[in-house]
């Protein structure tokens, strides 16, 4: 008891107050599929660090559309994430170091935790032309990928772009990019989306932190507790769809009475993601919410496979 | 989508315009806090120096400053012991290794703890403004309800998504006119020599916020293009004296060309530096009747005020006359900092409005948010807006119903494009001749330069030392 009002405490003192933290470990344990007997465990991980775990994130081919969702995190809040929970050590967006400086940090952070950080990949690799048509300071995506995931503790690939390719990799993909796993020929965690939920991000670091391990992962590398459902089955509009009440045009009277979006293209049925659930931005729509059909942006070789978007499969 | 609406000829309804401006102007509102707080504030504010600072006299600093809705002495010193714990801890994360320390900061203490303590509390409320594109959006990053023909969230017209919209805009627009515009006062007014450093000749908006179907005569932020910095001469901007030159880019060789009849051809080689005369960047170089323009807030403010813009000309006079600077202060550093928040209160507080009529229209029972159309066989489209980095255009020919070319070109590409046909200089280029740098080897100066204007990419910049002819390489992120 005495513990529990010290770990309180020291939580006030980092500017959370005890309901909000319950509150974000609550929704945190749920999306990751775990009983709520896990809340307390979960929340022991983000108080109780003595050193906090650190990252290495990479940008590659990518439009940093990733890094934005994660800054649109409120499960925790990205400020706790940043100064409480993690330590990211290399990251080209919100760094404050620059230059020589920057590259001085990837190199020693990763000499320091060899075999202990965790990488994160954002942007696909390019393997054309010796990695020609990707460069960071004259070194090639491809040999920093190589140099830095091969003394990672774990790959995560945040987004689509990292973890298959995205659109970089669509046709006709001249710089032969690919996801990291594939450039690499290594196995790596894909949280894809384009952008990804950063709630399925958090959700993974903390499975890490609290049992030691990643989540269990599908064949296409994607955490279960997020990726393990399609669309179609978890949609609200499913019944729609049973009843054969479809939307065929934007701006109908079907579209109003929000129908099933199957035959404006809705790719749903192919699409496995945790969206209809847990929704973005503190829960307040997702695309079919929307009442726009779903792309399949978390799908491998969405742009390729999953176009024309506003087309019936 | 613009283009291709103008390719097909459809006009999209009333509804579906005011939504679209909402989520611009949420864009806006949004894109410029971050910029402003998360990614060019720790070029002029030293995190390490607030660890120092007297929480009492923050506070003082704070009232007098800013209206912020937090603050007082506690306060403070809760950042500040936040922060110490931080540092203490030994893993200084993405804080490590910047320029801390360096001559050219020059807040005092107290102004760094006031900034950083907002630093943090603007990543906190970014989270929350984005919501205002997930209730019309979908979601943020990305937002998927615009169609070619309207928007699809029809179902979210409702009083309580409207209103939930008008909270989190209010919030925000608070959050513009008592933390941001203050803080941006506080600092500029620490640092206005850079009212004379890093400026450019010519300025290009092609404006957006259309208040009617009428384009470009409607647009709240105007279309118009500067030379020479002759505000007196701003004219309107057409689109086809655009063109794009590959010359010192890494793309297959050609002649400046207009969008439309436009190329995409890239080496198909691992691309070589080179400097002196080759090529040297992936980015064509986009100029405007043969000139390069600088686009983006400064670009939009100043053809707004050349055109006598009422509300933006009432924030760049008070602002001039708060700080004490001239108007030709406006081509620089500075200008270009001061520009992204000035246009952050028009543009913030037309938006009120805009929901208001939204209000109106589906009061009256208009809720109509799509205009159905059938594609052409053949037709060509443009489609020019102005996005939070500035000036953005698409060209699109269609030919059986498919696309036969497509181009655009970005706000970043005519930022940082790099020289042309005739070898003039990109804007960044030419805005970086000139600066001062104290400690070459730690080149803050050029980051303030490089990071006002928001660039959306990582580039390189070299700076040689004319004496030692030692060069040094930074990477600018």
Not at chain 1, 229 to 248: A, L, W
Not at chain 2, 59 to 82: C, F, H, I, M
Not at chain 2, 378 to 383: I, T
Request: proline fraction near 6%; glycine fraction near 8%.
């Amino acid at each position: 008891m005495e513990k529990e009002k010290e770990f309180y405490k020291r939580l006030e003192k980092k500017g959370v107050s005890r309901r909000d933290f319950m509150k974000y470990c609550t929704f945190l344990t749920a999306t990751m599929g775990l009983s709520s007997s896990f809340v307390p465990k979960v929340a022991e991980v983000f108080a109780a660090q003595a050193q906090r775990p650190p990252v290495i994130w990479l940008h590659f081919a990518e439009c940093t559309g990733c890094s934005e969702a994660l800054l649109r995190s409120m499960y925790p809040w990205i400020d706790q994430l940043l100064l409480e929970v993690i330590s990211v050590e290399y990251h080209e967006t919100i760094m404050a170091a620059a230059g020589h400086q920057a590259e001085e940090n990837l190199h020693n952070a990763v000499k320091k935790y060899n075999g202990k950080f965790i990488c994160v990949v954002e942007g696909a690799v390019a393997t054309k032309y010796n990695g020609g048509y990707g460069k960071i300071g004259g070194k090639t995506f491809l040999d920093i990928a190589k140099d830095v995931c091969s003394k990672a503790a774990a790959v995560i690939c945040m987004g689509t772009c990292s973890a298959y390719g995205g659109v970089q990799a669509a046709k006709p993909n001249p710089g032969g990019y690919k996801g990291v796993g594939d450039a690499l020929g290594i196995k790596t965690l894909n949280i894809p989306g384009c952008p990804p939920n950063p709630i399925n991000f958090v959700g993974t670091v903390v499975n890490y932190l609290l049992l030691g391990k990643l989540p269990a992962l599908d064949d296409l590398g994607r955490p279960l507790f997020a990726y393990g459902k399609s669309i179609h089955d978890q949609c609200p509009r499913r019944s729609h769809f049973e009843n054969g009440e479809f939307v065929t045009e934007f701006g109908s009277e079907e579209a109003s009475m929000g129908y099933c979006l199957y035959k404006v293209g809705c790719k749903g049925p192919e699409t496995f993601n945790n969206c209809p659930i847990v929704k973005f931005n503190d829960g307040t729509s997702w695309p079919v919410e929307a009442g726009h059909p779903c792309i399949g942006c978390s799908e491998p070789d969405f742009w390729d496979k999953m176009s024309p978007f506003y087309e019936e499969m | 989508m613009r283009a291709v609406e103008n390719a097909v000829g459809v006009t999209i309804p009333k509804n579906a315009r005011i939504m679209r401006n909402l989520l611009h102007g949420a864009q806006f509102q949004h894109d410029h806090i971050v910029h402003f707080y998360h990614l060019h504030a720790l070029d002029w504010v030293d995190i390490v120096s607030a660890l120092s600072a007297d929480p009492k006299k923050t506070a003082t600093l704070s009232e007098n400053v800013s209206n912020a809705p937090w603050g007082g002495s506690a306060y403070y010193k809760s950042v500040q012991q936040r922060l110490q714990t931080f540092v203490d801890s030994g893993q200084l994360g993405h804080l490590n290794n910047a320029y801390w320390g360096h001559p050219a900061y020059k807040l005092p203490p107290e102004a760094n703890l006031m900034a950083s303590a907002h630093y943090i509390e603007a990543l906190r409320l970014q989270a929350k403004t984005v919501r205002m594109h997930a209730i019309f959006g979908a979601k943020n990053p990305h937002l998927q309800s615009l169609v070619v023909g309207g928007i699809t969230s029809v179902k979210d017209l409702t009083p309580d998504r409207i209103a939930e919209f008008l909270y989190i805009w209010k919030e925000t627009q608070e959050f513009v006119k008592n933390v941001y515009i203050p803080d941006l006062l506080a600092v500029a007014s620490f640092y206005k020599e850079w009212g004379a450093i890093g400026g450019t000749s010519n300025f290009l908006a092609w404006g957006d916020l259309p208040l009617s179907s009428k384009e470009p005569e409607s647009l709240f932020m105007p279309r118009g293009v500067i030379m020479k910095r002759d505000l007196a001469g701003v004219k309107m901007a057409e689109q086809e004296k655009v063109t794009e030159h590959v010359t010192r880019s890494w793309y297959e060789k050609g002649s400046p060309k207009h969008p439309y009849k436009g190329e995409t051809k890239p080496l198909q080689e691992n691309p070589k530096y080179s400097p002196g005369s080759g090529k040297y960047s992936w980015i064509k170089a986009p100029r405007y009747d043969g000139e390069p323009c600088e686009v983006g807030p400064l670009a939009r403010v100043l053809v707004a005020y050349a055109k006598g813009h009422k509300d933006i000309k009432a924030v760049v006079d008070s602002t001039l006359k708060k700080l004490g600077i001239p108007v030709k202060a406006l081509f620089s550093t500075l200008g270009r900092t001061a520009a992204r928040g000035l246009e952050t209160i028009a543009i913030g507080d037309a938006m009120e409005g805009w929901v208001m009529e939204l209000v109106g229209n589906i009061k009256s029972g208009d809720t109509k948010t799509y205009q159905s159309w059938t594609m052409p066989d053949k037709a060509m489209g443009v489609g020019l807006n102005d996005v939070a980095r500035g000036s953005l255009g698409h060209w699109i020919k269609i030919e059986n119903k498919k696309i036969k070319n497509y181009q655009y070109v970005v706000p970043s590409t005519w930022n940082l494009g790099p020289r042309c046909e005739k070898g003039k200089l990109g804007p960044v280029e030419e805005a970086l001749i000139g600066t001062p740098i104290a400690d070459p080897k730690r080149p803050i100066e050029v980051l303030r330069t490089v990071h006002s204007f928001d660039p959306c990419i990582a580039c390189g910049v070299h700076i040689i030392d004319p004496d030692s002819n030692q060069v040094y390489k930074i990477k600018v992120l």
